[in-house]
């Protein structure tokens, strides 16, 4: 037996398909309620429900008292964005370990100038942030850091997969710490680190970011 698909699954399906085709852009605010139950000539709840499904799906995200916001533009991000969320703290521990390795591993090997002048000014925003107690610029500036050093590596999936993990881990950060103490702390060895993708020592790179993060200061 088929099962028909009610009104909001099919509000929720054309949505999507919007998204992947580019409609609405990657953090682009999605129309109010009202303009999205005039085009689809549906009501309220069939909205909510249908954002709602996309929200669980990854699509979107809904952004209390501001609206809501494409999450990411494709079907396989969408996916994966999803089954991270449920990831318990291990799991994203595990992931995050094995793609920053490789990531330092290919951008020691691969970065340009551009990218270690990007690096350069992302670390040095961390520390600055770190020794004002500012733990929430200060977590910013660490993913945008590490996102640099993806974007380094010149390989295109593991940037993908490394920006689309880094939404969790960087709402893991924010949940454990309160204070700045530990990114002062690693600081002397995101400089190594740096240091070694500035030589291109591929082999100290991965090393380094193994014990950055299994906290082996």
Same mark, same amino acid.
């Given at each position: 037996?088929?099962?028909k698909?009610?009104?909001?699954e099919?509000?929720a399906?054309?949505?999507r398909?919007?998204?992947?085709?580019?409609?609405?852009?990657?953090d682009?605010?999605?129309?109010?309620?009202?303009?999205?139950?005039?085009?689809?000539g549906?009501?309220?709840?069939?909205?909510?429900?249908?954002?709602?499904l996309?929200?669980?799906?990854?699509?979107?995200?809904?952004?209390?008292?501001l609206g809501?916001?494409?999450?990411?533009?494709?079907?396989?991000?969408?996916?994966?964005?999803?089954?991270?969320?449920?990831?318990?703290?291990?799991?994203?521990?595990?992931v995050?370990?094995?793609?920053?390795? =490789?990531i330092?591993? =290919?951008?020691?090997?691969?970065?340009?100038e551009?990218?270690?002048?990007?690096?350069?000014?992302?670390?040095?925003q961390?520390?600055?942030?770190?020794?004002?107690?500012?733990?929430?610029?200060c977590?910013?500036?660490?993913?945008?850091?590490?996102?640099?050093l993806?974007?380094?590596?010149?390989?295109e999936?593991?940037?993908d997969?490394?920006?689309?993990?880094s939404k969790?881990?960087?709402?893991?950060?924010i949940?454990?710490?309160?204070?700045?103490?530990?990114?002062?702390?690693?600081?002397?060895?995101?400089? =190594?680190?740096?240091?070694?993708?500035i030589?291109?020592?591929?082999?100290?790179?991965?090393?380094?970011?193994?014990r950055?993060?299994?906290?082996?200061?």
């Open positions: 037996m088929i099962k698909k009610s009104l909001a099919e509000v399906e054309a949505l398909k919007d998204i992947i085709k580019g409609k609405y852009l990657l682009e605010k999605l129309p109010i309620e009202p303009e999205l139950m005039k085009r689809f549906v009501g309220r709840s069939s909205i909510r429900e249908a954002i709602k996309l929200s669980n799906a990854g699509f979107l995200r809904v952004q209390q008292g809501t916001f494409v999450n990411c533009v494709n079907a396989q991000d969408g996916a994966l964005d999803e089954r991270l969320k449920r990831a318990n703290i291990e799991e994203l521990q595990e995050r370990q094995l793609l920053e390795m =490789k330092a591993e =290919k951008a020691a090997l691969n970065r340009s551009v990218d270690i002048a990007k690096l350069r000014q992302y670390l040095d961390r520390i600055s942030y770190a020794e004002a107690n500012d733990i929430l610029n977590i910013e500036a660490d993913i945008n850091f590490h996102t640099a993806a974007e380094a590596s010149r390989n999936l593991l940037t997969l490394y920006q689309t993990s969790h881990v960087k709402n893991w950060f949940s454990i710490y309160t204070e700045t103490t530990d990114f002062q702390i690693s600081h002397p060895l995101h400089e =190594k680190l740096l240091q070694h993708i030589k291109q020592e591929a082999e100290k790179a991965f090393e380094t970011v193994k950055i993060i299994r906290h082996q200061y």
